[in-house]
T-cell receptor, first 116, second 110 residues
Framework: GAVVSQHPSWVICKSGTSVKIECRSL??????MFWYRQFPKQSLMLMAT?????????EQGVEKDKFLINHASLTLSTLTVTSAHPEDSSFYIC????????????FGPGTRLTVL | QKEVEQDPGPLSVPEGAIVSLNCTYS??????FMWYRQYSRKGPELLMY????GNKEDGRFTAQVDKSSKYISLFIRDSQPSDSATYLC??????????FGRGTSLIVHP
């Protein structure tokens, strides 16, 4: 089946540093990848949608200069949290779409970010 | 009013019980309805996918969609402790990005 990996699975960093999270579709090509943020006991909050080779589309209220997204290939997207602060601590989940339908969207295992 | 409403629970049931999880929604244009299961600190995995109204069964899971009432359900028969997880409903307009509910936490105790 379709597998999406994320790396790292968890990261702790100091306030002010930048953190990069990788998302890979392992056995399929994903023209579209999504980045979500999830707070405890809350739903998935879509941050941005990225298409291979083009700029990401950010949801309202998401700072694009803070959350840099690069979709360099059909199997790799990265999210960089720049100048991280404690309020950026959260569970970040990527998702990759293999086809045109919503049920072809597969999720990665998530990355837990803790900013001290 | 949120587009998708889902009671966060937790819902606690004994092993072997029939579980009923529900979501309501406000956008009558939604066509595709999904249920995801998310274990703690993991990404969601697709459980069930249905198009329009009706029922769909897959093993111990049954998804039900009532578009006239804007109400969807997921039933789990013979629930097991391994079913303990958060269940998120999601719905979309065609190929659009799905809108998720906040998830219901299910605990199945032995």
């Amino acid at each position: 089946g379709a597998v999406v990996s994320q790396h790292p699975s968890w990261v702790i960093c100091k306030s002010g540093t930048s953190v990069k999270i990788e998302c890979r579709s392992l056995d399929f090509q994903a023209t579209t990848m999504f980045w979500y943020r999830q707070f405890p006991k809350q739903s998935l909050m879509l941050m941005a949608t990225s298409n291979e080779g083009s700029k990401a589309t950010y949801e309202q209220g998401v700072e694009k200069d803070k959350f840099l997204i690069n979709h360099a290939s059909l199997t790799l997207s990265t999210l960089t949290v720049t100048s991280a602060h404690p309020e950026d601590s959260s569970f970040y989940i990527c998702s990759a779409r293999a086809g045109g339908r919503a049920d072809t969207q597969y999720f990665g295992p998530g990355t837990r970010l803790t900013v001290l | 009013q949120k587009e998708v409403e889902q009671d966060p629970g937790p819902l606690s049931v004994p092993e072997g019980a029939i579980v009923s999880l529900n979501c309501t929604y406000s956008n009558s244009a939604f066509q595709y309805f999904m249920w995801y299961r998310q274990y703690s600190r993991k990404g969601p995995e697709l459980l069930m996918y249905t198009y329009s109204s009706g029922n769909k069964e897959d093993g111990r899971f049954t998804a039900q969609v009532d578009k006239s009432s804007k109400y969807i359900s997921l039933f789990i028969r013979d629930s097991q402790p391994s079913d303990s997880a958060t269940y998120l409903c999601a719905m979309s307009l065609g190929s659009y990005i799905p809108t998720f509910g906040r998830g219901t936490s299910l605990i199945v105790h032995p």
